[in-house]
C-alpha cells in the first residue's frame, strides 16, 4: 500500500504543489495595461518573467526527475507537463497579446521567447529521460544497458566519439549535440516543424489556451513516430531531444511566420479567425505539449511500427 501511494506521490507533487506554484509565478506577471495577461517576456518586468520561467522548468525537472526514478521516463515527463502547463495557463493567449499591441510587432519577441525557454526545455527533457531507463514502469521498453554511465556521469561526462556507443551511453553533451548535428536529429526537427504546422492548422480553430496545448501534444504524439521511420531510413535513430529542439523551432517561427505573412491585416485577421493556427501555442504551450505529448507517440511507434520489439521487450 504505501508503495503504491509513494509511486503516485511526484503527480501529487506536479498537480497540486509545484504546477500551482509555478502558475502563480507566471499569473503573478503583468502586462503594459496592468492586466494579467503576460508572457514569460512580454510585460513590464521581463526580468521576473524569465525568473518564472526558469523556476517553472527547475520544478518541471526536478519533478521529472523524481517520477522518473520511481516510474520510468514516461512518467517523468508526464510529470513535468503537468507542472509547466500550470505555468502556461496562466500566460496569456496569442489574441490579447495582439489585441493589447494593435499590431503584430510582440511577435518578434514572443519569437524570441519561444525559441530561448524552448532550447532551455532540451537539457531538462534530456535528463528527465535518462533518469527513468531502466527503471520504473517502463523499463523493460526503454532498458539500461550494463555499462551505461549513472545520472552524475551522464550529466558530467565530456562528449565522446560516439563510434561504437548505443544512444543510452551518452553523455548528456553528446546526446545534445547528436540531437542538433546528426542527420537523423536534423530530421526529428523538421518533422516536428511540419506536423506543427499542419495539426495546429486543424486543430487550433480558436485561440483558447486548452486548444493550444492540445495541438502541441497532438503534435509531440505524430512527430515521434514520423522521426523515429526517418531515422529507421538514415540507419540512425534520433534522440528523444531533437523532438524538443523542434518545438523551439516551433516557438520561433510561428510567430515569425505570421509577422510575415500576416502582419500588415494582424488585427482584421485576427477578427475574422483567420490567423495562422501555428501562433497559437505560446513559449510554455509548445514545452508542456511536449512533455506530454512525447512519451505517447514513443509508446505508440513502439507498438504501432515495431510490435516485436515491445513485445520482446514486455515480456522480459
Known sequence: ??????????????????????????GSLRAADGSGEATLLLGIAPAMGILAGLVTLAFAGGVGVFASRLNGSRSGLNSAGIV?????????????ILRRADSAAPLTTLAVEGLVFGLLAVPVTAVIWQAGLGRGLHAALHPLPDGAPSLAGYLTAPPKDRK????????LTATILRALTRPSGIAAIAVTVFVGFVVSYFVCQDTLKGQAILAAALTA????????????????QPPLPAFVAGFAVLGLVGPLAVRFLQGPDIIATLYTGDLLGVAAPVTLDWVA????????????????????????AASR
Open 221 to 236: 504524439i505524430v512527430a515521434v513516430p514520423v522521426g523515429r521511420l526517418a531515422g529507421e531510413a538514415l540507419k540512425e
Open 84 to 96: 509547466i502547463a500550470w505555468a502556461a495557463s496562466q500566460t496569456a493567449t496569442i489574441d490579447t
Open 289 to 312: 505539449g511536449a512533455c506530454i505529448g512525447l512519451p505517447i507517440g514513443e509508446a505508440w511507434f513502439l507498438s504501432m511500427f515495431q510490435p516485436s520489439t515491445a513485445k520482446t
Open 164 to 171: 561504437g556507443l548505443l544512444p543510452e551511453h551518452e553523455s
Open 1 to 26: 500500500m504505501l508503495n503504491a501511494i509513494s509511486k503516485q506521490l511526484p503527480w501529487i507533487l506536479a498537480l497540486f504543489v509545484l504546477g500551482p506554484i509555478a502558475g502563480w509565478l507566471t
